[in-house]
């Protein structure tokens, strides 16, 4: 049986001289790895081969438990054409991307998720060509990451201190971020945990209050993404592999 959905396309892959293997996030399907066969044909039922970040509505025939579905139409929209433009945009989509396919499962419905990251693209995109491009991506990035978290149940706790709950004011001393907390931790309590990484002020009030992200100064936003890196390296048990591209830049 045939399913109808909307879909990003996340990853993609040759699978031979004409065929490739896709991963695709859908709407109301979740992440649906396939098979496009006859995709890189002049002649193809897509138009030619599969892009990333390409979107629209995709038809597939899903199969057993670990094998590929099969992909027999997909209509990408003209979408995200200054993205090719930006080598640091294609980085910060390309992590996203990353990170979506590893923190989610096969067949598992993210709605939301799905909107957030289709937002995401749109608005990197339309932020290429303008002066703040740079500060402007690297925040809509560290936004929908947390977005993510958030979204698979491992947001973490910003508001406050973790250990202690006391709520967080620009008033504290010393802030600090834990993986293993999961969240901020103030300075009364940062013995306890020995991965803690020490924040600025500026970082600990973006993090406090993410209304501040979008307005905040680049430095403070390098120092929070690398902080998110080191986050997203504790979960996966490795670093994501786009994650130096992004912090490099």
């Known amino acids: 049986m045939s399913i109808k959905d909307l879909a990003i396309c996340i990853r993609a892959l040759d699978y031979s001289e004409t065929s490739q293997i896709v991963t695709f996030f859908a709407r109301e399907t979740g992440k649906i790895g396939a098979i496009a066969k006859g995709s890189k044909r002049l002649k193809s039922a897509f138009d030619g081969p599969l892009e990333l970040f390409s979107s629209g509505a995709i038809v597939f025939v899903p199969k057993a438990e670990d094998k590929l579905a099969v992909l027999t139409e997909f209509r990408p929209q003209p979408t995200h054409s200054r993205l090719a433009g930006n080598l640091f945009a294609l980085h910060c989509v390309s992590l996203a991307a990353e990170l979506l396919n590893h923190l989610t499962n096969d067949y598992d419905p993210h709605p939301g998720l799905f ?17 703040d491009a740079f500060k402007e991506t690297l925040a809509l990035l560290i936004l929908f990451q947390l977005s993510l978290l958030k979204e698979i149940g491992l947001q973490p706790k910003l508001s406050g201190c973790v250990n202690c709950k006391s709520r967080f004011s620009s008033d504290w001393a010393r802030s600090y971020f834990s993986s293993s907390a999961n969240g901020l931790i103030c300075r009364d309590c940062e013995p306890s945990f020995s991965d803690k990484i020490s924040l600025t002020q500026q ?12 307005i905040s100064q680049a430095e403070a936003l390098r120092e929070i993404e690398k902080i998110l890196v080191h986050h997203f ?9 786009m994650a130096k591209y992004v912090l490099q830049s």
């Open 115 to 131: 909107d957030s990251f289709e937002q995401f693209l749109k608005d990197t995109d339309e932020a290429q060509g303008r002066g």
């Open 203 to 214: 970082a600990a009030n973006c993090l406090g209050n993410l209304k501040l992200i979008a």
């Open 233 to 241: 390296t504790e979960l996966l048990h490795k670093p994501p592999r």
